[in-house]
């Protein structure tokens, strides 16, 4: 939501389903629900360059946040200040 266009957007949203999937895909083993394949569960789990693979990850969401839209005081009718985009 904060990013400075739609590909910081974009490339945030692809990560967060990265994440989701991950989970989704290892608590339906867990349940019965999926067969069981041997996936790692994000950040729990040793897996080598899977566990690389989601800290870089990370730290590009990371840099996306730092590098995007700032946020932006607005005056409504009644003079007051809100701020959009509040971390």
């Given at each position: 939501m904060h990013g400075s266009d739609n590909f910081d957007t974009l490339v945030g949203a692809g990560i967060a389903i990265y994440f989701i999937s991950q989970f989704i895909v290892h608590a339906g083993m867990n349940i019965g629900l999926l067969p069981i394949t041997g996936t790692t569960l994000p950040l729990m789990s040793y897996g080598g360059s899977h566990l690389?693979?989601?800290?870089i990850s990370l730290g590009l969401l990371m840099g996306l946040r730092r590098h995007g839209r700032p946020r932006v005081a607005v005056r409504d009718a009644t003079e007051t200040v809100s701020v959009i985009g509040d971390y």
């Open positions: 690389v693979t989601e800290y």
